[in-house]
């Protein structure tokens, strides 16, 4: 049976709790953050529980998340579960990389690391933002939210499983962000507190600061499928991996793209690693379970055994 990990991004209402637990009781994913810690230069505490401070957040936020994929993953490994394929959206593309044995774990941290402290707004007199924003049935893209100057689509994270919507990411200066907002009840609109405009054009130069520096990464062919998010293929090549990095700063993502594809790849169960997508709100092809807290591990590994005995049965 065809397990894939899917690794997502920064949730807007990022919990570590489950990860502390995690931290506290499997070695593997302590041993994860100590890695990320030491490459990146940070305190593996502060990785795992977060700060206060807006601005440490903000830069130590992924390094975080991307701890607590890889470490989930271990754990997994450990427990008898390997992805057949690996996939993931913005931040989680470039760890699913690493997954895919595509990239050096410590060269994608290191990376991570440079682009947090780069990552500040094109102009700085003009706030940035990003917002999750409700499109309802029957609307277009651009429908619903025109041709405003200053505003970009940033990514489709599929259709809500009530059926009633999907989920954009819309990215800009947050002035015509708020203005676009004020059009629609409260509840179209959530703001990130990302103070960037990510995976649109106003991230060009951050674009090209990714382009030189994995230039100078080990890049491999994927070990295993590697599924983008930014077109349904399938990245089957070093280059394409390393392509990935850099346009995955500048164009939208589509959790479509990845699921779709996976599904023509074989898959029949999805693991999610970590606190990336939102739990139980997007339709996928295939069953999916999410692992971020310690008590789902058990969930996950008996998902795979039902899932595999069932297979067997078919067969």
Known sequence: MTVAFILGQKNLNYDP????????????????YTGVGRWSGNDPELLVRGSED???????????????????????????????????????????????????????????ARTAEDDVPLDPARPEGCVAAVLPLGQTYEEFYGTRPGIWFGGDFGLHTSGAFRMLLLSGYRDALEELAA?????????????????????????????????????TDPAVPMCS?????????????????????????????????MRRLGVRLGVVLGP????DGFEFPFPVVYVDAPEHLDQAVAAVGEHEALQSLKG
Do not use: K, W
């Open 54 to 112: 807006p601005v440490v957040r903000s830069r130590t936020i992924s390094l975080g998340l991307a701890a607590a994929m890889l470490g989930i993953a271990d754990v997994l490994r450990e427990r008898g579960v390997r992805p057949a394929v690996v996939g993931g959206i913005s931040l989680g593309a470039m760890v699913a990389a690493a997954l895919a044995g595509a990239v050096p774990r410590r060269q994608l941290i290191e990376l991570l």
């Open 229 to 261: 998010s930014l077109e349904p293929r399938e990245l089957h090549s070093a280059a394409l991996v390393r392509a990935e990095f850099s346009r995955n700063v500048v164009e939208p993502v589509h959790t479509d793209h990845l699921s779709d594809r």
């Open 276 to 279: 990336t997508l939102p739990r």
């Open 183 to 219: 059009g629609y009840p409260p509840e179209y609109f959530v703001f990130s507190d990302e103070d960037v405009a990510v995976h649109c054009a106003l991230r060009h130069r951050a674009r090209d600061e990714v382009a030189r520096r994995t230039a100078a990464m080990d890049f």
């Open 17 to 32: 709790a489950g990860l502390i637990a995690l931290h506290e009781q499997c070695p593997a994913v302590r041993d994860s």
